[in-house]
């Protein structure tokens, strides 16, 4: 299996490969680089598509608690792995915390950056109101296991309900190490917020969002879109917060359009 070791990590990848466009998508919180199956599979006859597992997720999680790290630290290691590829550029797609150190890799490296493909995701930190209820939840996770309620709770944020893949990501939950679970939570809720520095990230952004995302409501998403100087917005009906993985045929028609706009 393919790693990359990057900053102190062993960062797991794969490569679609090729002399073609180069799309690097990075996940969301608790999920890993096979949320983006629907994406690499419509674009990767045409496009080089790279998908990996960050920090303290999927098979780049490790037995030993990680150090303390942060969504700049992720951003670096994202350099790093187009560094370790041979690439000097990429479109960044990320959805949720994979769009938040997609941002940061944007303020940090510009000269890594062609343009940002931003799903479900923001600019601001999380929610306070949200995180004393995921706080309790990760506790209980961690210290119980990952009870049938709070695993349903998790799907019906992410995934939506009634999704008919949600078992197998709640499967791949439970097989969580609590100390990974605490730094990825950590991380998460530590986050600063780049809404100001938005202004500066000169390239073209596309903003796509499910209106019925539960953990970044629209309007985090009309700031973001709003804040980019060269954004544009879809919106996808019924969507939640992993609508490219619910929802893949809308929004894998918005990034084709958005892509062939770029070519």
């Known amino acids: 299996m393919p790693y990359a070791p990057v900053n102190g990590q062993n960062l797991y990848y794969e490569d679609s490969g090729g002399d073609k466009p180069v799309l690097v998508f990075s996940h969301g919180l608790l999920m ?12 990767s006859d045409r496009y080089r598509c790279i998908v990996w597992d960050e920090r303290a997720h999927g098979r780049t999680a490790t037995d030993e608690a990680p150090a303390p790290f942060d969504y700049y630290d992720s951003a ?22 994979g769009g938040f150190l997609s941002l940061r890799c944007a303020l940090t490296h510009p000269e890594r950056v062609r ?14 109101d949200n995180v004393a209820g995921y706080r309790q939840m990760v506790e209980i996770w961690a210290s119980q296991g990952l009870l049938d309620e709070i695993a349903d709770t998790i799907a019906g944020i992410i995934l939506g309900a009634g999704w008919s893949g949600t078992a197998t990501w709640q499967a791949k939950w439970r097989g969580w190490q609590a100390h990974n679970l605490a730094a990825a939570f950590e991380t998460l809720t530590s986050r600063d917020d780049v809404t100001d520095r938005l202004r500066t990230i000169d390239y073209p952004a596309l903003v796509v969002h499910g209106d019925a995302d539960m953990a970044i409501p629209m309007e985090r998403a009309d700031q973001l879109t709003s804040g980019l100087p060269h954004a544009e ?10 609508a490219n993985l619910t929802h893949p045929e809308p929004v894998n028609a918005a990034i084709e359009r958005f892509l062939a706009r770029l070519a």
């Open 32 to 43: 890993d680089q096979e949320m983006f199956a629907p994406q690499v599979e419509a674009l």
């Open 76 to 97: 670096d290691d994202l350099a790093g792995l187009l560094d370790h590829l041979g690439i000097d550029r990429a479109i960044l797609a990320g959805m949720s915390q």
């Open 115 to 128: 343009a940002l493909i931003l799903l479900d995701t923001q600019a601001g930190q999380e929610n306070p």
């Open 233 to 242: 917005q879809v919106v996808i009906p019924g969507g939640g917060h992993a």
